[in-house]
Antibody, heavy 119, light 108 residues
């Protein structure tokens, strides 16, 4: 079965950096686009970024454009989110998510990694 | 950016009753609309995509309808495990992909 396991979350100070990883298994990782989606404590879902199956296309929400970088290593079945210049409003659970077929709906979600930005 | 508006924010329903959740888009998204269910402490789960296609393993009591700007998720007979928060998502006009604010279905 599909498994997506995020790691790398934690508590960091404003202005610092953090890298999230998402280890994928149970499907052919290199064949699927992937999202990062976040959820602030007690709030709704917010899409962060998407990357094509081959890494050739990447798109971001405006609030993270230029600060976050989505990438993938298809030889390691792993998705990444490099987060720089972190701000308090980046505090959230970050979900790694697999795209459904040729759509941009989310077929499968990881369990999430909590990132807390606080001084 | 397409804004997705869900109503009501909270829906109180008795087990066995029908629940009707609404999602409105600020401009047409055709049928590029998905619905997700999220229970406390869990990741969301895909219920419906393409506005009306049930995802694998989703019970037939869940149905989606609509196109353009108006969409509905119907749960025909609420079971205890259906009490949760439901989100709609559009993926027609992006970036950004956008979600609605959610509807919490609670026990009446």
């Amino acid at each position: 079965q599909v498994q997506l396991v995020e790691s790398g979350g934690g508590v960091v100070q404003p202005g610092t950096s953090l890298r999230l990883s998402c280890a994928a298994s149970g499907f052919t990782f290199r064949s699927y686009g992937m999202h990062w989606i976040r959820q602030a404590p007690g709030k709704g879902l917010e899409w962060v970024a998407v990357i094509w199956h081959d890494g050739t296309q990447k798109y971001y929400m405006d609030a993270v454009q230029g600060r976050f970088t989505i990438s993938r290593d298809n030889s390691k079945d792993t998705l990444y989110l490099e987060m720089d210049s972190l701000r308090a409003d980046d505090t959230a659970v970050y979900y790694c998510a697999r795209i459904l077929g040729q759509t941009l709906a989310v077929a499968d979600w990881g369990q999430g990694a909590l990132v807390t930005v606080s001084s | 950016e397409i804004v997705m508006t869900q109503s009501p924010a909270t829906l109180s329903v008795s087990p066995g009753e029908r629940a009707t959740l609404s999602c409105r888009a600020s401009q047409s998204v055709s049928t590029y609309l998905a619905w997700y269910q999220q229970k406390p402490g869990q990741a969301p789960r895909l219920l419906i995509y393409g506005a009306s296609t049930r995802a694998t393993g989703i019970p037939a009591r869940f149905s989606g309808s609509g196109s353009g700007t108006e969409f509905t998720l119907t749960i025909s007979s609420l079971q205890s495990e259906d009490f949760a928060v439901y989100y709609c998502q559009q993926y027609n006009n992006w970036p950004p992909i956008t979600f609605g604010g959610g509807t919490k279905v609670e026990i009446k």
